[in-house]
T-cell receptor
Framework: DGGITQSPKYLFRKEGQNVTLSCEQNLNHDAMYWYRQDPGQGLRLIYYSQIVNDFQKGDIAEGYSVSREKKESFPLTVTSAQKNPTAFYLC???????????FGPGTRLTVT | GQQVMQIPQYQHVQEGEDFTTYCNSSTTLSNIQWYKQRPGGHPVFLIQLVKSGEVKKQKRLTFQFGEAKKNSSLHITATQTTDVGTYFCAGDRTSYDKVIFGPGTSLSVIP
């Protein structure tokens, strides 16, 4: 069953803790992305990766970090430096950069 | 920087009425993509337009790319409750390596 998976669906953390969100795809896509969505808002790009071992900052990268050691995986770490981490986080992938994107089901992170 | 805008932000229609959302860019786009996100769900790709003046149809949905490749529209004929959701456009500039999403238009359909 091909697709893109994110885990967990819901995540609760205390303020000051780093947390890592998982994103895995078995679509053999080169490009992967992380977006943040706040209630009633659009998608804001956090980081993206065009190919393994390479990634670029998006529009709101501060307080976040990523790695792309494997083609299938693009984990996102929300660090304690991120001032307002509570949000819905969406991971996506595409065959190449700028191609149509396939989104995972998302992770709702709540930090209190 | 490049901006992609969408209007309206919200639209409430009676079931059976038509609906249109407009997407406008401050710069010329090489292509435009449309996505739909159902409430509580994730965005799903609908279509990509590449050519100037291109029109594509998917059942009751009609997508159009402007002649100047700076704007696009999505028109839904005779809306149904299954059309409820937020519609996003996303565009990229030539030689730009990322797609910019618009803020979306949220559609509510009153049965």
């Amino acid at each position: 069953d091909g697709g893109i998976t994110q885990s967990p669906k819901y995540l609760f953390r205390k303020e000051g803790q780093n947390v890592t969100l998982s994103c895995e795809q078995n679509l053999n896509h080169d490009a992967m992305y992380w977006y943040r969505q706040d209630p009633g808002q659009g998608l804001r790009l956090i980081y993206y990766s065009q190919i393994v071992n390479d990634f670029q900052k998006g529009d709101i990268a501060e307080g976040y970090s990523v790695s792309r050691e494997k083609k299938e995986s693009f984990p996102l770490t929300v660090t304690s430096a991120q001032k307002n981490p509570t949000a819905f986080y969406l991971c996506a992938s595409s065959l190449r950069i700028l191609y149509e994107q396939y989104f995972g089901p998302g992770t709702r992170l709540t930090v209190t | 920087g490049q901006q992609v805008m969408q209007i309206p932000q919200y639209q409430h229609v009676q079931e059976g009425e038509d609906f249109t959302t407009y997407c406008n860019s401050s710069t010329t786009l090489s292509n435009i993509q449309w996505y739909k996100q159902r409430p509580g769900g994730h965005p799903v790709f609908l279509i990509q337009l590449v050519k100037s003046g291109e029109v594509k149809k998917q059942k009751r949905l009609t997508f159009q790319f402007g002649e100047a490749k700076k704007n696009s529209s999505l028109h839904i004929t005779a809306t149904q409750t299954t059309d409820v959701g937020t519609y996003f456009c996303a565009g990229d500039r030539t030689s730009y390596d990322k797609v910019i999403f618009g803020p979306g238009t949220s559609l509510s359909v009153i049965p």
